[in-house]
């Protein structure tokens, strides 16, 4: 059952941050411009174009490629039904995005330099470099500073938005009552239960706004 939790938590993990992490991206891509206007979901003023859900699902799909080597398949990825649970995410990250503005949730400009310049990725010998984050933004990312710092922001209020609803969720003694083993054993099936809850919760903020919203989705596109 632990590591039932542990693979289904991991899964929503990986999911929530690969889907976030593709907005990097958003200026790289296809010129095909029929392809980047389709739209696969509507939800309120925001949509989900066919470019952002091919791009967000090949990130997933190659993270779990790299998590479980050569036993990822197409068996596994049906299994996982993992083109509809990449939507989901990408719906999910819209809903809370509108809910964060309406709440007014924001992320400061300290916030996000502190964001960037922790970032190991700009860093040399532990220090943040300039000529580095530039040149990584240029070459590696190909996108500008003013879209990069665009995305850290988004990815930023995600994450707030994500912590304000799990910071009402614990776990209860009564859920840990039948765990049998030592205290390593009962701290990890309580991490595991608490990861669940979380993102239970998620989904249950996300499905409640959903119903004041204008919502639609267009499945034959990614099917």
Do not use: C
């Not at 300290?110 to 532990?126: C, H, T, W, Y």
């Amino acid at each position: 059952m632990l590591k039932m939790m542990r693979t289904h938590a991991k899964f929503f993990y990986f999911l929530f941050v690969i889907v976030i992490l593709s907005f990097i991206f958003w200026g790289v891509g296809t010129d095909n411009d029929a392809y980047k206007k389709r739209v696969v979901a509507e939800i309120g003023k925001e949509t989900v174009t066919e470019e952002e859900y091919w791009r967000a699902y090949e990130n997933v799909r190659q993270q779990f490629r790299d998590m479980y080597k050569g036993k990822f398949d197409e068996d596994m990825e049906k299994k996982m039904k993992l083109k509809e649970a990449v939507l989901n995410s990408l719906i999910e990250e819209r809903v809370l995005l509108t809910a964060a503005n309406e709440s007014g949730v924001t992320v400061t400009d300290k916030e996000l330099q502190d964001a960037i310049v922790s970032n190991p990725v700009f860093m040399r010998d532990g220090v943040f470099r300039k000529d580095v984050y530039f040149n990584a933004l240029q070459r590696v990312y190909r996108v500008t500073p003013e879209m990069f710092e665009n995305s850290v922001r988004r990815q930023l209020i995600l994450l707030k938005m994500r912590r304000l609803i799990e910071s009402a969720v614990d776990v209860n003694p009564l859920d840990l009552k039948d765990v049998s083993g030592d205290e390593k054993k009962m701290n990890e099936t309580r991490q595991a239960l608490l990861i669940e809850k979380s993102n239970a919760a998620v989904r249950s903020y996300v499905e409640s706004v959903k119903q004041k919203m204008k919502f639609k989705v267009n499945m034959d596109i990614i099917s």
